[in-house]
């Protein structure tokens, strides 16, 4: 009995994944759970294990191919398995060109593989990303040509098309609104010694979402002043208890342990928008930033509302070395409700990060130093650092932003040490 392996869906708003690397090929036998591919979105890199034990008989998509999430890539027979042909995967189509030559584009929520009309009552396979693309630029996807499966129309081929300039059929002229967002950027000059390079899968992905999230909340932001100095004293008192755990007490530990217990007190930050509908959360899923080496992902820490500091450090501590590893699990990287990122980490003052969408809020944290301050009509040194939040202001108003990033404030230089 042979089982077919799917594209995971590594985020909520991931509509498809790019394979990156095989690490086994046809033939091989493998564990379950052992890496088999790895994959890249905007969301994560990852390595994808196998869902069980056998032998891997086929690979049908090849490396560099971009997958719609629940699609078969492969198929894993039983031990002992022979494979029909040992071949590696189809090649896609091949005068394709890259699809960073194409304009950026949205991302579609997720969802199954759908038909649109077509002309002479035939019908065409796409996907959700394929068909808000075509709808954005216009094009009557009938005239694009499919080279997926059952000849369904995949990103590339509408990339492509868009790109070689075959817009033939192309509409009446779109509406103001409709234009703008479909606006694509003029070719950039050539210079002496330039060197170009394709963006990466992630960075591609990063650049579409970030557009989107522009496009869909009304961005505003507001900065509060914070004193550590009591955070500090705990961090120091704490120390030696944590490293014997094996565990770094950080100042984003006892500001994400503050940010989660204010987000449980106002629920309007722990919210998202439904068309007409608000959601409030019933739990706070705190999403950390990591960096990595070309691009960000966002591992979420589920139910952070019931882990105490040192729950918190171990939490943050762990998301972010699997991370940077490519070993998060496609659930750990969906259902945040919050985002915490800390532009600080490189002396940074502050920052104003773009809202992780569907969420109404996203905390910088800046540089954390020493400075001058005011202290009874004399100049003390303490040691301070700004907190910046991007809101929502469909949903936040100024007042309900700046009366959470009180309490945050208050929580922070009045730590209760009975949290840690």
Known sequence: MSTPVLMPQMGESIAEGTIVRWIKKVGDSVDRDEPLFEISTDKVDAEIPSPVAGVLLEITAREGETVPVN??????????SRP??????????????????????????????????VTG???QRSSPLVRRIAKEHQVDIARVPGTGANARVTKKDILSFIARGDMATVTAAPPPALAASAHTAAPVMR????????????????????????????????????????????RRTKKDEYEREGLKLTYTTF?????????????MLNASIDGANVVYRGSVNLGIAVALEHGLIVPVIKGAEQLSLMGLARAIEDIADRARAKKLNPEEVQGGTFTLTNPGN???????????????????????????????????????????????????????????????????????????
């Open 346 to 420: 490189y002396g940074a003052q502050f920052g104003l990060p773009v809202i992780n969408q569907p969420q109404v809020g996203i905390l910088g944290v800046g540089t954390i130093e020493k400075r001058p301050v005011v202290i009874d009509d004399a100049i003390g040194i303490r040691l301070m650092g700004y907190l910046a939040m991007g809101f929502d202001h469909r949903l936040v108003d100024g007042a309900v932003a700046d009366q959470f990033l009180a309490d945050l404030k208050k929580s922070i230089e009045h730590f209760d040490p009975n949290q840690a």
């Open 255 to 267: 500001i994400a342990k503050a940010l989660v217990d204010c987000l449980h007190r106002h629920p």
């Open 71 to 80: 699609t078969p890539v492969a198929t894993i027979g039983a031990p002992g």
């Open 121 to 123: 009552g035939e019908r």
């Open 191 to 234: 210079l002496a010694g330039d060197r170009v390079e394709p963006m990466s899968v992630m960075r591609r992905k990063i650049a579409e979402h970030m557009v989107v999230s522009k496009h869909t909340s009304a961005h505003v932001y507001s900065v509060f002043e914070i004193n550590y100095s009591r955070v500090d004293h705990i």
């Open 84 to 117: 029909v042909a040992a071949t590696a995967a189809p090649a896609a189509a091949a005068s394709a060109p890259a699809a960073t030559a194409a304009p950026m584009t949205s991302v579609d929520a997720p969802g199954p593989v759908a038909t649109s009309a």
